[in-house]
C-alpha cells in the first residue's frame, strides 16, 4: 500500500536499501515524539530510531513553554525533566484588556496552596527528551528531513529528501502542524491551523535575580482584545521573555489574509509590551531577535489518528492534540506520546489508538472550544465578567493541578454569564 503521494511534484532520490529493521520510527523529536521514542524504548525494550530534520540538537522552537505540574503525576519520569530544566515557576496570571483594565490573581489549588506552571525553554527541554531517549537505548539522528511515507504487509519505509531509507514496523509522526507523515499516511488532510508570532526577548536581571524588574515575580502576562480569536502573552523564563500573540482560524486564511493577520498580532505584541513598560524594535535593529512565526493546529477530535493497519499514527502538534481555549499544547504532546508507545507496545494502534486520545481529551477540549466560542463572541463582556474575577484564575489553577476540568469550567461560565439552561450544549 503507498500512502498519499499527490503532493510530491518531484521524484526524490533512488532510496538506498536499510541496513537495519527497527520497531519504530519515530519523526520529530520535539516533546511528543521524545516522549513516544523514550518510552518505547525505556518501558517496552523497542528498538527505536528517532528523526529530527534540524542539524543538531539543541535547536530553536518558538513555544511558550508552559507545563502545568498535573503532567508529572501522569507521565512517569518527566518530573525529572522538569525539575532540570524549568527555568521558573508561574503561580499568577495578569490579566489585561487592550493592555489596560489589569487584575493579577493566584493560581490556587483547592485546598488553596499555589498552583503551579513549569516554564520551560523548548531548545534544552526537547534536547533532555531526546537525550533520555538515546539513554533507553534509541537511536537519534539529526539532519533527516522526510520526503516520503511507504507501508506494505511487513512494515514501513520511511525515505528522507536525501534518499536514505529507514525501515520500521511501525512510524509515529511527530512532525508537527504541517508534517509530512501525516499527509503521506492520509491522515489529518483536511487539518486546520491558526497562527501565531513570537520573539524572545534576553534580559539581565539586577543582582542575579530571575525575573524581570519590570514585571511581577511569579506571574504570566495574558491580554486580550487586541487579536480576534485569541490572545497575546508574556510567559518569564530564566533571562528572557517569551513574547507572542495567537488566534485560532475557522479556515485556512489566503496569503493576503495570513499577512494582515501577522501584522495584527505584531501590533499585540507591541501593545502588550508598552502597557508594562517595555518596547521592542522589531525591525530598526539588525541584531533584533527574530520575531518567529508558527501554525497552531486546530483539534478537530473527528478524525483517525492511526492508519487502518496500525503502521502510521500521529502524535503532538501532528495529531492536532492542543487545547482550544488556551493554545496549550507541551503537556497533551508529551501525554499522546506517552500514549503512543503504549498501544505500540501492545500492538493495538489501529484499534486503540485513536480512541484512546479521544478518551484522554475530547471532552476536554471540546469543552475548551465551546468556552473558546462563547468568549470571543463577546469578548470584553467575558473579560470584565469571568476573566477579571479572581475567581476564573483559581479555576485556572485547579484545572492546572488537575483537580477539576474544562467541563466544570463551562458550566461555571453559563452561571457567570447567565446562560439559560435550555441554550447550554447538552
Not at 519515530?26 to 523514550?38: D, E, I, K, R
Not at 525494550?45 to 530534520?53: F, G, I, T
Not at 484588556?97 to 487584575?103: E, F, H, I, Q
Amino acid at each position: 500500500m503507498i500512502f498519499n503521494t499527490a503532493s510530491q511534484v518531484t521524484s526524490p532520490p533512488s532510496p538506498q536499501v536499510p541496513s537495519e529493521v527497527y520497531d519504530v520510527i519515530v519523526v520529530g523529536a520535539g516533546p511528543g515524539g521524545a516522549t513516544c521514542a523514550w518510552k518505547c524504548a525505556e518501558q517496552h525494550d523497542l528498538r527505536v530510531l528517532l528523526l529530527d530534520r534540524a542539524a543538531q540538537m539543541p535547536r530553536y522552537k518558538p513555544c511558550g513553554g508552559g507545563i502545568p505540574a498535573s503532567l508529572a503525576r501522569d507521565v512517569p519520569g518527566i518530573s525529572e525533566a522538569i525539575a532540570e530544566f524549568s527555568d521558573l515557576t508561574v503561580t499568577k496570571l495578569r490579566h489585561s484588556w487592550r493592555g489596560k483594565d489589569a487584575a493579577l490573581a493566584a493560581l490556587e489549588t483547592t485546598d488553596g496552596s499555589p498552583a503551579a506552571v513549569w516554564m520551560v525553554q523548548r531548545p534544552r527541554f526537547d534536547s533532555y527528551l531526546a537525550g533520555r531517549a538515546v539513554q533507553a537505548g534509541a537511536v537519534l539522528r539529526t539532519g533527516v528531513k522526510i520526503s516520503e511515507v511507504l507501508s506494505d504487509a511487513d512494515g514501513v519505509t520511511v525515505t528522507s529528501a536525501a534518499g536514505e531509507a529507514f525501515r520500521g514496523r511501525v512510524v509515529v509522526g511527530a512532525d508537527g502542524a504541517k508534517g509530512v507523515v501525516g499527509t503521506r499516511a492520509g491522515l489529518r488532510l483536511q487539518k486546520r491551523y491558526g497562527i501565531a508570532r513570537e520573539i524572545e526577548i534576553p534580559f539581565a536581571a539586577p543582582d542575579g535575580g530571575l525575573w524581570h524588574p519590570k514585571l511581577e515575580p511569579g506571574a504570566a502576562y495574558l491580554d486580550y482584545g487586541t487579536v480576534p480569536n485569541g490572545y497575546a502573552w508574556i510567559f518569564p523564563k530564566r533571562n528572557c521573555l517569551s513574547v507572542g500573540a495567537g488566534l485560532l482560524l475557522p479556515s485556512e486564511p489566503s496569503p493576503a489574509a495570513e499577512k494582515n493577520l501577522g501584522q495584527v498580532l505584531k501590533e499585540a505584541i507591541l501593545t502588550l509590551l508598552a502597557s508594562v513598560g517595555l518596547s521592542y524594535p522589531l525591525d530598526s535593529e539588525a541584531d533584533a531577535p527574530k520575531l518567529w512565526a508558527h501554525p497552531i493546529p486546530y483539534w478537530t477530535g473527528s478524525e483517525p489518528l492511526a492508519t487502518p493497519d496500525g503502521r502510521a499514527l500521529l502524535v503532538g502538534d501532528a495529531a492536532g492534540v492542543v487545547q482550544p481555549l488556551f493554545g496549550e499544547g507541551i503537556q497533551y504532546a508529551v501525554r499522546s506520546g506517552y500514549l503512543a508507545a503504549q498501544c505500540i507496545a501492545a500492538g493495538t494502534v489501529a484499534r486503540d489508538y485513536t480512541s484512546g486520545i479521544r478518551d484522554f481529551f475530547a471532552a476536554e477540549f471540546d469543552a475548551a472550544a465551546r468556552i473558546s466560542k462563547i468568549f470571543h463572541r463577546a469578548p470584553l463582556l467575558s473579560y470584565r465578567l469571568a476573566v477579571k474575577n479572581p475567581a476564573g484564575t483559581r479555576l485556572i489553577g485547579r484545572i492546572m493541578a488537575g483537580e477539576t476540568s474544562m467541563a466544570h469550567m463551562e458550566r461555571r461560565v453559563y452561571e457567570r454569564l447567565h446562560v439559560p439552561r435550555a441554550l447550554r450544549p447538552k
